[in-house]
Structures are given as C-alpha cells and as structure tokens.
C-alpha cells in the first residue's frame, strides 16, 4: 500500500502499487507537471477507449478522500462524451466511486462524483471545470446501515471551504467497499482524443480535509 503523496518527481509511476499503463499511453512529463518538475500524462487516442490509469491499493474502507492537481488540457470531447479520471474498485471501469470529466456542447468541460448504491447508481449535477489546471479534492462516504440514508460524495474544486462545488447526499450504499484508487483514464468514448494531466496525489481514509494544495504548506494523506 503507498502511503505517501505520489509527486512524480523521480521521473517514473513507481509510486503506485499497480499500474495499466495501455501500452505506454500512462506516462511521466515535465509538460504534465503541475507541483514541482515531473507530472503524470494520460494520452488517449482517437478511438482508442482501453483504461489507463495507477492504482493505490486498499481494501474495505468505509471512506475515501483523494486530492489532486488536474488539468483537463484543451482535450478533444465530443458534446455527451464523459469519461472517468478517478475512481474506486478493480479498475475505473468498474469501480463503486468516480470523479466524472463530461463535456457539454455549450458548458464546455463540467465534473461530478458519482457512487454506486445498493439499488443502482447517482450521479452529482455537474459542475463546470475550466480548461486549466485545478486542485481537486473528494470524499466518499459509505452509509452504515441498510436503509441508513446517509452515504455522502462531495467533490470540491480549487478549495476545500465550507462550501462543496457538486455533492449527492442521502445515499443508501453500505453493501459495498471502497476499494483502491485509480487515477488517470477510463471507460474512454471513442471521440476523446488528447493528452490529461495529473499531479501530486494525496489519500486518506479518515475522511479529514486534505486541505489546501501542497504549494500552500498543508500536508495530510497518510491512512
């Protein structure tokens, strides 16, 4: 289990504990960089929808909060297409958590946490994300009863105040885990084409703020 922020700083993905990488497609750059020299780059090819992404390995938390720099990068979507840069589960694809990167033929890019329930799945409204880079941060919180009603996701965009971008509350979830996270590209419509670009990502399974991107002296991940 990694149990450090991953910076990306020696040049490689070694930091994770598994990768798929799609053939090369899941990278390090200077370009992606957005905290310090090297960042991670997730390139996705006209037509090509495979994942790509490194996980951090866990097993049955009952919560999750991750924070990253993101930078959606002028990426090629066409009008509904919608992918996932985050998620929970074996793969993103198939994961009981995401963070959603959709975009709108007016709106432009817009992001959203989604869950999976006992009765099927939500998806937060979405929210509109500029086209450069960001701190995102999520948590994900698994109801503690049948019927409990009080499963939560909230997904916060460049700051972790008060008060939260894009939310789902009232979630009735307690049948499943939060197992692993997986940051980069997945479940890829074949229009998407382009680079992401990803940096210095931070966990915890306390639920606590991670707080204020790392340029601002706030450290807090470790499980």
């Excluded at 990488?21 to 996705?44: C, F, K, N, R």
């Excluded at 940051?183 to 680079?195: I, L, P």
Aim: contains cysteine; hydrophobic residues 40%.
């Amino acid at each position: 289990m990694a149990t450090s922020p991953i910076d990306f700083e020696a040049n490689n993905l070694a930091e994770f504990d598994a990768t798929d990488t799609d053939g090369g497609e899941l990278s390090t750059s200077p370009a992606a960089a957005m905290w310090g020299v090297y960042g991670m780059q997730a390139h996705i090819k006209l037509g090509d929808t495979d994942d790509k992404y490194g996980q951090i390995t866990y097993a049955n938390k009952t919560r999750i909060r991750v924070g990253f720099y993101f930078d959606p990068n002028t990426l090629t979507m066409a009008a509904t297409d919608t992918i996932y840069i985050a998620g929970g589960g074996a793969t993103i694809g198939a994961s009981d958590w995401r963070i959603l990167l959709h975009f709108d033929a007016i709106a432009g890019y817009q992001i959203a946490v989604y869950v999976t329930t006992n009765a099927g799945a939500s998806t937060s409204p979405y929210v509109a994300l500029t086209d450069e880079k960001h701190w995102l941060e999520a948590y994900f919180r698994r109801s503690t009863a049948p019927g409990a009603l009080n499963g939560y996701a909230g997904l916060w965009i460049d700051t972790v105040d008060a008060t939260v971008d894009t939310e789902l509350t009232n979630i009735d979830d307690d049948t499943l885990d939060h197992d692993n996270i997986n940051v980069g590209a997945g479940s890829v419509d074949a229009t998407v084409d382009g680079f992401l670009y990803f940096d210095y990502i931070c966990w915890n399974d306390s639920g606590n703020d991670i707080g204020a991107p790392p340029e601002a002296g706030h450290y807090a991940w470790i499980f």
